[in-house]
């Protein structure tokens, strides 16, 4: 392998190193957090000033407590602390250039895609089956807004706004399953792979 080749390789298994390290540890901190927080308590009585803040303040509350209550969040919560150690794991394996790291970074990439995949379907599910009552919130905001801006004019209704909503849901969910699915492609190209065979004939001792 050339020196290029090889500083890139080395440059590509760093950065999706540190990716691994900063997602692996988010991922475990927020599915713990998750587990040990229980149901959704009563949010205190609004302290808004407008009819518009109050609208605004209804609607994100209620938004939040529909994906708390989305299908299957605490066993997801649980995964997820799971398939983000896997994450922690193949991001320290890659800085060490473990011989087995190629492999169990493209696992846990798979996991965590499986991972994402299922919560995506969670929220949006919660989403859908709330639908009546956030189009309803989102109307009651869009109006006060309206009237705010001493305006009649309704650029969007409430079931836009919710299709909009989905619509990041989902998209900010797909951005992350092709994160994902970068990082299990790269890592298993032949150039990180013979960086790793260097390392192990530097040290003289395979893993």
């Known amino acids: 392998m050339s020196g290029q080749t090889t500083v890139r390789a080395a440059r590509a298994s760093a950065v999706i190193g540190v990716i691994l390290a900063a997602v692996g540890m988010w991922g475990v901190h927020r599915g713990i957090v998750e587990l040990a927080s229980g149901p959704a308590t009563a949010q205190p009585e609004s302290t808004a000033a407008t009819p518009l803040e109050e609208a605004e303040e209804a609607s994100s509350r209620a938004v939040l ?36 790291a190629p492999w169990l970074v493209a696992q846990a990439a798979v996991a965590n895609a499986v991972w994402t995949g299922a919560e995506i379907t969670s929220q949006i599910t919660a989403l859908l089956a709330s639908a ?22 309704l650029p969007v209704d409430g079931s836009h706004k919710l299709g909009m909503l989905v619509a990041m849901v989902a998209g900010v969910g797909l951005a992350r399953v092709v994160l994902y699915g970068w990082i299990g492609l790269r890592v298993r190209r032949a150039d990180i792979r013979e960086l790793i065979e260097a390392a192990h004939r530097a040290r003289g001792t395979g893993n």
């Open 65 to 100: 407590e529909v994906l708390d209550g989305a299908p299957l969040r605490r066993p997801l919560s649980a995964a997820n602390a799971v398939v983000s150690a896997l994450l922690l794991v193949g991001g320290f394996m890659l800085f060490t250039r473990r011989g087995s």
């Open 132 to 153: 009546g009552q956030l189009t309803n919130l989102f109307d009651a905001e869009i109006t006060a807004l309206a009237h705010a801006e001493a305006s009649g004019d």
